[in-house]
């Protein structure tokens, strides 16, 4: 029976690490992450755990904190948002590319500039081909949940790779809610201990982060393509023991009233939330629709989506980040390329929407819905690359 408990997205995702309790946390404040690290201090103060807080100087300085201790051998962890995501941006490639399994809470907020400290996208979906794995999360419940499951995920022997686990800054991690709680000793018994095969502490002679010539890069990369491939069973698998552990089970992404419908809206994170309720309040006016809310972005579930929206009608993938291709969002391109073995493919809309925290409210999600009812009408998409909820548009 789990613990009860009201707690904020950050809260939760401090509390999930004082029960794993790794061997060092490297941060640097931002926000609206800065509460996660905060709380975990005063853990570190009371002595409830006894990881290495490291007080750095910038996330730059965070992300080369963890890898060096991930490198050590030992268990690291951070967080960040938005600009600071960005100042680990090369670092972010040398984690995976040395295949260190970091874990990283992300509390999505807009990147600057003009500065924004409010919530999009922009910041993880910027990172998505750094070689991270990359979990959403729609509510507090979630991102405690996930987090979690990203050690297992990470440290597997057959992944090796980080991950971050990401939620919607202020909305989620600011907002409290009803979560539930494992105890202590069941988090550290389903995370384990971490064991490397490989590291700089186990006296055996190894190098890391040589330079890769010519004659080893290429397999070196293409080493971890594959673990990325590989990753998406160990992450059903890990969701699955999770599942029976707790009973709140996860796949790569929710299906929500999908069965029969016609029309339907791809959403990640926070969103999904309103987006349902829009969903079941046209459900009882007998209309066809449906929520497919990814939660597995890297890697992505190609085959799955494809074959999870397939009888669908229309789909309006939702991203609340621009790519700045003047092509769409990028789940939008990454789920319009998954359905073109198809061979019957739904038309597949655009929204960028929300971008530096503009307000998602119901009718957002009604005017989408209604604007897809149009496409199934005409049998036409129409313009695929649409903006929703902008001033004068």
Not at 198 to 215: N, R, V
Not at 353 to 375: S, T
Request: glycine residues 8%; negative net charge; charged residues 25%.
């Amino acid at each position: 029976m789990g613990i009860r408990e009201r707690l904020s997205g950050n809260e939760a995702v401090a509390i999930a690490l004082k029960q794993i309790n790794p061997d060092v946390l490297a941060a640097y404040p931002i926000t609206p992450s800065t509460e996660v690290p905060q709380y975990f201090a005063q853990f570190v103060a009371d002595g409830q755990v006894d990881t290495e807080f490291v007080a750095v100087e910038s996330e730059h300085s965070a992300m080369s904190a963890c890898i060096t201790a991930t490198a050590a051998g030992g268990r690291s962890a951070t967080i960040t948002s938005a600009c600071g995501l960005a100042l680990m941006w090369e670092l972010l490639y040398v984690a995976s590319g040395t295949r260190l399994p970091v874990t990283l809470a992300v509390v999505n907020r807009a990147l600057s500039g003009p500065i924004n400290i409010n919530n999009d996208h922009s910041d993880s979906m910027g990172a998505r081909d750094s070689g991270w794995i990359q979990l959403y999360s729609e509510n507090n419940q979630e991102a405690y949940d996930n987090y979690i499951m990203s050690l297992r995920i990470a440290e597997h022997k057959d992944v090796m790779l980080p991950v971050m686990t990401c939620q919607d800054g202020f909305i989620t991690s600011h907002a409290i809610e009803n979560i539930e709680l494992l105890e202590d000793d069941k988090v550290k018994a389903f995370v384990g201990e971490y064991k490397p095969e490989h590291s700089l502490l186990s006296g055996e002679s190894i190098s890391m982060g040589p330079y890769d010539t010519p004659m080893f890069y290429f397999e070196h990369q293409y080493q971890r393509a594959r673990a990325m491939v590989d990753s998406k069973q160990v992450i059903l698998d890990v969701s699955k023991e999770f599942g029976d552990l707790t009973g709140r089970y996860y796949g790569l992404f929710e299906e929500y009233k999908m069965e029969d419908a016609e029309r339907a809206i791809i959403v990640l994170n926070s969103t999904a939330g309103t987006a349902k309720a829009v969903c079941d309040e046209l459900r009882a006016k007998g209309e066809k629709v449906g929520i497919l809310k990814l939660r597995v972005y890297r890697p992505f579930p190609m085959e799955e989506i494809a074959k999870a929206i397939s009888h669908v009608k229309a789909v309006a993938v939702m991203d609340k980040a621009e790519s700045f291709s003047a092509a769409g969002g990028p789940v939008f391109t990454d789920v319009r390329s998954a359905c073109y073995e198809l061979a019957t493919r739904p038309h597949i809309i655009n929204y960028i929407y929300g971008l530096g925290g503009r307000d998602v409210p119901v009718d957002v999600i009604h005017f989408v819905f209604d604007e897809l009812k149009k496409v199934v009408a005409d049998n036409k998409p129409g313009e695929i690359y649409r903006h929703v909820g902008v001033r004068g548009v």
